[in-house]
């Protein structure tokens, strides 16, 4: 059983990185959408093309309160609930299975 706890700590591990690495992606664009960012340099480009699909549906269900964009909180948030409740709970199982 120790493989399958070693694969699924390793699984959270890199779920926990890659969940890391979107939560920065979102603080970014959320910090350019302050400013008047070029369109066409291909960072800010990388940016909306990365957070646009999860922040679209989001800002849709909730509009805009206040005149203010929330999508990149809620994300935020729903970032941080899988880090917490899901990575936690792999890493624990791992550990009880290994």
């Known amino acids: 059983m120790f493989v399958v706890a070693n694969f699924v700590s390793s699984l959270a591990m890199v779920l926990d990185?890659?969940?890391?690495f979107y939560w920065w992606i979102i603080?970014?664009?959320?910090?350019?959408?302050?400013?008047?960012?070029?369109p066409y340099n291909p960072i800010v480009q990388f940016l909306h093309?990365?957070?646009?699909p999860v922040?679209?549906?989001?800002?849709r269900q909730m509009g805009y309160?206040?005149?203010i964009d929330l999508s990149p909180?809620?994300?935020l948030l729903v970032i941080l609930f899988l880090q917490k409740f899901l990575v936690h709970s792999m890493v624990q199982w791992a550990a009880h299975i290994g």
């Open 17 to 20: 990185y890659a969940l890391t």
């Open 27 to 38: 603080i970014a664009r959320a910090l350019l959408s302050w400013v008047s960012p070029d």
């Open 49 to 52: 093309r990365a957070t646009e």
């Open 55 to 59: 922040l679209e549906p989001i800002r």
């Open 65 to 67: 309160g206040l005149g």
């Open 73 to 75: 909180m809620v994300v």
